[in-house]
């Protein structure tokens, strides 16, 4: 952190807003909290004691329910009271970087995380010519370079995150319109600057308070949507980065009813599954993960991103259609072992296309990730995990690095 020795006294607590409730939202606003509070213990250890200590008033809106988007979905069953239970968005997620091992700690210390030391296979499909599917292993995740879930769902951490806040107001079912949305019809009511304040609105029109910092942490396609027209300086930069959709299908299997012959391949049990020759990227058994052993059994499949964005718009039941074929020729069930519990998830923006992908001839090949995106004299910023890698901990990354930028103005403004 910068120095913190310059005086504070003329300077007034930042109000923020946060546009989004996922894990870059609750990460910028956890560091955020921190970092005004390590601030305001300086001033305290340079004998400054009769400063006001500088509580950041931050607010998140959150279009949706619920926080996090570490999504889980789950089902009781009315007989036994068990639940099958999906995590249909991210399954796991990496920690490379020491400063996000030592953010995670303290809920590894909890077990809240746990590391998922996953047996991993490939594995070939029934086809014309295999009665059954082709099943080879892979690789066992470690704790070496650890693979971590949240347990006992992967919603759990979001809302362990929002929990923990103390200076934050997560307001949701609240959809904030484009920032120039109302510059000229209601300009004789209201300015969208004033004083280096940016007033947020929602659909209806009424206002949603003014900020000092405005921070936008949607995927990249719905930044460029609340930033257009409005004067924002970085914003051919937001469409630079390619997401792709995903598919999510869910499947499961009552308590008695017997399993298809590839999930209970006693040769050699498996986890995770990458799957060949297929619309089909990745097979996930639940019931299989850390502290979930209490679950029927439960398993998802996610669709390649290349073929999902080719079919992004296509009639859900269709896709439904498709991806189930696929499974069911991945895992061969009859008519005794067919699931019970079928769902299906389109997520339109589930992954950064990275540049590693891209054609070596391509001169965007080596492209680095654009970082976030500022807008110094308006004091908007766009970030999102697809300004980095499009992982977990490009959110952490990503909120890092907001946190440092307003950190830094919060200083010089108080020089």
Not at 27 to 41: I, Y
Not at 51 to 77: C, M, N, Q, W
Not at 334 to 359: E, F, G, L, M
Request: with cysteine; aromatic share 8%.
């Amino acid at each position: 952190m910068p120095d913190s020795s310059l005086p504070l006294a003329q300077t007034s607590s930042p109000k923020i807003a946060i546009i989004g409730g996922g894990l870059t939202g609750l990460f910028t606003a956890t560091l955020l909290e921190r970092a005004f509070s390590q601030m305001n213990n300086q001033q305290i250890n340079h004998q400054q004691i009769n400063v006001k200590a500088l509580i950041p008033e931050i607010t998140i809106f959150e279009k949706s329910r619920s926080v996090g988007r570490l999504a889980t979905r789950y089902r009781t069953d009315s007989h036994t009271n068990k639940n099958w239970q999906w995590a249909f968005g991210a399954q796991f997620f990496t920690a490379k970087s020491t400063s996000f091992q030592q953010f995670i700690e303290p809920w590894i210390q909890t077990g809240l995380l746990q590391p998922w030391c996953a047996q991993v296979v490939s594995l070939t499909p029934i086809d014309a010519n295999n009665q059954t599917a082709d099943i080879q292993a892979r690789e066992q995740w470690s704790r070496v370079q650890a693979r971590y879930i949240s347990t006992p769902k992967m919603t759990s951490w979001g809302r362990a995150l929002a929990d923990e806040l103390q200076y934050t107001t997560i307001t949701f079912k609240t959809r904030v319109v484009a920032l120039a949305e109302y510059n000229q019809t209601l300009a004789n009511k209201v300015s969208k600057k004033t004083s280096q304040k940016t007033e947020l609105f929602n659909e209806d029109g009424n206002s949603l308070g003014s900020f000092d910092w405005v921070i936008c942490t949607a995927p990249n396609a719905q930044a460029v949507e609340l930033m257009a027209n409005s004067g924002f300086s970085e914003l051919a930069k937001i469409t630079e980065p390619q997401m792709q959709a995903c598919y999510s299908l869910m499947l499961g299997w009552d308590d008695k009813q017997p399993l298809p012959e590839s999930l209970k391949y006693q040769e050699m049990v498996w986890d995770v599954a990458y799957v060949q020759d297929s619309i089909l990227d990745r097979i996930f058994i639940e019931q299989q993960k850390p502290a979930h052993d209490e679950l029927l059994p439960s398993i998802t499949i996610h669709a390649r991103n290349d073929w999902s964005e080719q079919h992004v718009d296509a009639d859900m039941d269709t896709i439904k259609a498709q991806l189930l074929a696929a499974a069911k020729q991945a895992l061969g069930w009859n008519a005794d072992s067919t699931p019970s519990q079928i769902d299906c998830h389109r997520w339109r923006y589930a992954a950064t296309v990275k540049a590693s992908n891209t054609d070596s001839n391509n001169t965007d090949a080596n492209k680095e990730a654009v970082g976030i995106l500022v807008d110094n004299e308006q004091q908007w910023i766009v970030s999102g995990d697809w300004c980095g890698q499009g992982n977990i901990e490009s959110c952490y990354q990503m909120a890092t690095q907001t946190v440092a930028r307003i950190y830094a103005h919060s200083l010089i403004s108080a020089g």
